[in-house]
């Protein structure tokens, strides 16, 4: 399976972007969905998650209720929209696929796109 993610650019603090990830490949059917990030110098993070149904979301707390993720199964693709975005959101936001849900590693990863926040 291989993931492709998209979306990343500038924008300046408080406004918003739109990530997008693609699979290709392979069946995804029944895993989790999710967001990483890792900025420069730090370790990578959780950010958001989704199940296979789309039932159940999970964030990280803090971009609890300023992103958004979202799923299209039938297209294979997995979004995130981020709003009022903060300097801190600035990394290198990865996309990954999950047989089982956890924070820390996927199955399968995207190639990462840049998200930039300027103050």
């Known amino acids: 399976v291989q993931l492709q993610a998209s979306g990343g650019g500038l924008v300046q603090a408080g406004g918003s972007l739109r990530l997008s990830c693609a699979a290709s490949?392979?069946?995804?059917?029944?895993?989790?969905m999710g967001w990483f990030r890792q900025a420069p110098g730090k370790e990578r993070e959780f950010v958001s998650a989704?199940?296979?149904?789309?039932?159940?979301?999970y964030y990280e707390d803090s971009v609890k209720g300023r992103f958004t993720i979202s799923r299209d199964n039938a297209k294979n693709t997995v979004s995130l929209q981020m709003t009022s975005l903060k300097p801190e959101d600035t990394a290198v936001y990865y996309c990954?696929?999950?047989?089982?849900?956890?924070?820390?590693?996927?199955?399968?990863w995207g190639q990462g796109t840049q998200v930039t926040v300027s103050s």
């Open positions: 990954a696929a999950q047989r089982l849900l956890n924070k820390v590693t996927g199955d399968y």
């Open positions: 989704i199940s296979w149904s789309g039932g159940s979301t």
């Open positions: 490949g392979g069946s995804l059917r029944g895993y989790y």
